[in-house]
C-alpha cells in the first residue's frame, strides 16, 4: 500500500475531529465529551509520533499527556496547536504544531511543522521543571525554529498532496551540538533549523 494511503492511526483519529471542531467545537462525541475535548487527549498520542521522526538525542522523549492546550484557525485548511506537554511523566516542554488537513478528504495531513522543547546551554535539549505553571513555560518558549530542541516539516510521502520540501532521507540538524539523524520512516522530513533567521523567527 503507498505511503499517502496509509496514514497513520494518530493522524487520522485527530484530523477527523478537526473538521467537526471547525464547524462547532462544543459538538458531542461518542463519549458524550465535547470534540475539543477529544482533540486535547488525541494530541498526546500525535505528538508521540511526531517524536519518532526527531533527532536520536530526543529518542528517549514522550509525551505522557497535554496541559492547556489551545487550537486556532489559521486559514483554509490549516490549524495551529500550543500547549505544554508532559514529557516521560517527569517534566514539561511547550509545543507548537501547524498542521494542513488535506482538502480531498480531510483524513490525513498534507503538512505538518512540529517544534517542541527548548535547549539549555550548550545546545542540550532541557525540559521545564513541572513546578513551573503552564503559563510561564508558554511564555517561555522559543520564538525561532532553531531554538526549539526539535523544529521540523513532516509531509506526505508520495501521490498527489506531496510537497515539493520532503526529504525522503535522512537528514542530520545543521545546528546543535550531539544532534543525531532524523528519520524518515516512510514519510518526507525536513530540518527548520537550515532557515533563514527573517523565515524561522515569527
Not at 18 to 25: C, K, M, S
Not at 41 to 54: K, V
Not at 102 to 118: A, E, Q, V, W, Y
Not at 164 to 179: D, S
Request: charged fraction near 20%; include cysteine; proline fraction near 7%.
Amino acid at each position: 500500500m503507498p505511503p499517502q494511503a496509509a496514514a497513520s492511526l494518530p493522524e487520522t483519529r485527530l484530523a477527523r475531529p478537526l473538521r467537526i471542531w471547525l464547524h462547532d467545537p462544543s459538538t458531542l462525541t461518542e463519549g458524550d465529551q465535547t470534540v475539543e475535548r477529544e482533540i486535547h487527549g488525541l494530541l498526546e498520542r500525535y505528538i508521540c509520533e511526531c517524536l519518532t521522526y526527531g533527532p536520536g538525542n530526543l529518542s528517549h522523549w514522550w509525551s505522557d499527556g497535554v496541559t492547556h492546550p489551545e487550537i486556532t484557525h489559521t486559514g483554509i485548511d490549516t490549524f495551529k496547536f500550543l500547549g505544554v506537554s508532559w514529557i516521560d511523566s517527569l517534566d514539561t516542554a511547550p509545543f507548537e504544531i501547524d498542521v494542513e488537513l488535506s482538502p480531498p478528504d480531510g483524513l490525513h495531513f498534507t503538512k505538518t511543522i512540529f517544534r517542541i522543547g527548548m535547549f539549555a546551554d550548550e545546545r542540550v535539549p532541557c525540559l521545564c521543571d513541572r513546578s513551573l505553571a503552564w503559563i510561564d513555560v508558554l511564555e517561555t518558549r522559543p520564538q525561532c525554529n532553531r531554538d526549539w530542541a526539535m523544529a521540523v516539516e513532516l509531509t506526505a510521502a508520495c501521490g498527489e498532496n506531496a510537497k515539493p520540501r520532503q526529504a525522503g532521507h535522512r537528514q542530520t540538524m545543521a545546528q546543535g551540538r550531539g544532534v543525531g539523524p532524523f528519520h524518515s520512516h516512510g514519510r518526507g522530513v525536513s530540518s527548520l533549523t537550515t532557515l533563514s533567521a527573517s523565515m524561522c523567527c515569527r
